[in-house]
């Protein structure tokens, strides 16, 4: 098992244009979360899975995010018309019930600059 | 609504030195508290975990931290610092159903030679 994996890396886009963001959690782990980072702050929660389920979004997600897990594995982060301050780390992490979902592991992150 | 603070935005400390990072929580229920370190442009890496039991909990890299219920706190400590420990430090409280995870704002440490 490699972890949580989050693809792209780095991601530059002009602002208007959309963007999408794939986390790829480690398996067999049935929460995947979404978190925002700003410089200089910790993570904000966005929204997180159970399985395919979206359970619960944060106020901070707004109509031009959306998340997706169809399958219950992966899941995609898109983001609609991007704005300057969209620019931020985007997180993800999964969790197992067995480790009763309190221990989130995290990925990388996708770097998101809009210009 | 819970929250965490870090009353330390940056801090800086000599290798070798012993290290103390501050952190408070505000929570209704049992919290759920936990360090990470974050290096630049690497994600989160769990250094420990209090759920409940012994409120002195040992951690990865040689860290530890304390909760104190009285004190709403819930500090790291290290009793000698290496060079590779310079990164951004985040505690963050959460609930046992894995949902409501709040992070503080963290605390950058720098470590001299």
């Known amino acids: 098992d490699t972890g949580v994996s989050q693809n792209p890396r780095h991601k530059i886009t002009k602002r208007g244009q959309n963007v999408t963001f794939r986390c790829d959690p480690i398996s067999e782990h049935n929460r995947l979360y979404w978190y925002r980072q700003t410089l200089g702050q910790g993570p904000e929660f966005l929204t997180y899975?159970?399985?395919?389920?979206?359970?619960?979004k944060s106020r901070l997600l707004s109509d031009r995010f959306s998340a997706e897990r169809p399958k219950g594995s992966f899941s995609t982060l898109e983001i609609q018309r991007t704005e300057q301050g969209d620019s931020a780390m985007y997180l993800c992490?999964?969790?197992?019930?067995?480790?009763?979902?309190?221990?989130?592991?995290f990925g990388p992150g996708t770097r998101l600059t809009v210009l | 609504a819970q929250s965490v603070t870090q009353p330390d935005i940056h801090i800086t400390v000599s290798e070798g030195a012993s290290l103390e990072l501050r952190c408070n929580y505000s929570?209704?229920?049992?919290?759920?508290l936990f360090w990470y370190v974050q290096s630049p442009g690497q994600g989160l890496q769990l250094l420990l975990k209090y759920f409940s039991g012994d409120t002195l909990v040992q951690g990865i890299k040689g860290f530890e931290a304390e909760f104190k219920r009285s004190q709403s706190s819930f500090n790291l400590r290290k009793p000698s610092v290496h060079w590779s420990d310079a990164a951004e430090y985040f505690c963050?409280?959460?609930?046992?159903?894995?949902?409501?995870?709040?992070f503080g704002p963290g605390t950058r440490l720098s470590v001299l030679p």
């Open positions: 992490a999964s969790s197992d019930r067995l480790a009763g979902y309190n221990e989130q592991f």
């Open positions: 929570y209704g229920a049992t919290p759920y």
């Open positions: 963050a409280v959460g609930d046992n159903y894995g949902q409501n995870f709040v």
């Open positions: 899975f159970q399985n395919e389920a979206q359970l619960e």
